[in-house]
């Protein structure tokens, strides 16, 4: 969900998800979400017109904003500068680039560096900018942003929950993952049909799980995909042993595992003996 001002230059564009913040209460606690500890690199996914840009400039950070629609980096190049002319002489760390962050090569920008992901996301993409952040997360000590409420609750829910899934435990599995506040519709232009959270994710220390990520990404997936089941019916793709399948860990359905049980799960299927 991209940001912006309520009687600003940029028209909110369905076919990207555009829906403008203009609150700027919540633009600067979304700002203030990031601690910038081990980095100053700061990649803003879908600036709008810069009402979340320009709290994050009030920090000592290193600012690339990137956006996909052509309107909005016009203004972020040409009015934004010249409306808050006092906070870019104070931070000019700015970086406008027009990109699909989706399809966008991260290493042309920050190397081998650290860099944390902030943004109002378009919540139409929203999920797969965080399954392309977990293929990155090496360089990710930090992300949070907007979602739609029942995503970022998702991402932070705990085992047992029929919302637990797939996001909550890849995402668990690398970070600490807080729920921070709700938003309600009225603080955007156009309002969208539905609430919205913020979220923060904390990388843990360990950037490696104990089993084989390929396969643990793999069981996570096919697992989720039939959660009504018990995981004896819904992994029967995985061809495994009859001995193995005895293992009561198969009794169980997916959203009663922990992060921890599925990478058990995952060492087990591994050590297969078929």
Do not use: W
């Not at 076919?15 to 919540?26: A, M, N, P, Y």
């Not at 090569?105 to 797969?128: K, M």
């Not at 979220?199 to 950037?207: D, F, G, I, V």
């Not at 193995?244 to 003996?273: G, H, Y």
Request: with cysteine; net charge negative.
């Amino acid at each position: 969900m991209e940001n912006g001002q309520e009687n600003g230059a940029v028209k909110a564009k369905k076919h990207l998800g555009q829906h403008f913040l203009k609150d700027e209460t919540v633009a600067r606690n979304i700002a203030d979400t990031l601690s910038l500890k081990g980095y100053t690199n700061v990649l803003e996914i879908g600036p709008g017109m810069g009402v979340l840009t320009k709290y994050l400039l009030q920090r000592d950070l290193d600012l690339v904003a990137m956006d996909l629609d052509e309107e909005s980096i016009i203004y972020l190049n040409h009015s934004f500068p010249l409306e808050h002319a006092e906070i870019l002489k104070k931070n000019n760390r700015l970086n406008i680039i027009e990109a699909d962050f989706l399809k966008f090569d991260l290493r042309n920008l920050y190397g081998e560096e650290q860099f944390a992901i902030t943004g109002n996301f378009p919540y139409n993409i929203s999920s797969q900018i965080v399954f392309k952040m977990l293929e990155i997360r090496q360089q990710i000590p930090e992300f949070s942003g907007m979602f739609q409420k029942e995503v970022a609750q998702r991402i932070c829910e705990k085992p047992g929950s029929k919302t637990y899934g797939i996001l909550s435990v890849l995402v668990q599995a690398f970070y600490e993952a807080e729920y921070l506040f709700s938003v309600p519709p009225q603080v955007f232009d156009p309002p969208p049909k539905v609430h919205s959270g913020v979220l923060r994710l904390t990388r843990k220390p360990e950037l490696k799980l104990p089993c084989d990520e390929h396969l643990f990404f793999k069981v996570v997936k096919t697992a989720f995909n039939q959660r009504r089941k018990t995981l004896r019916n819904s992994l029967k793709t995985f061809d495994l042993s009859d001995n193995l399948k005895e293992d009561t860990i198969f009794d169980q359905r997916p959203e009663q595992l922990s992060v921890a049980d599925f990478v058990t799960l995952t060492q087990k299927i591994a050590n297969d003996p078929v």
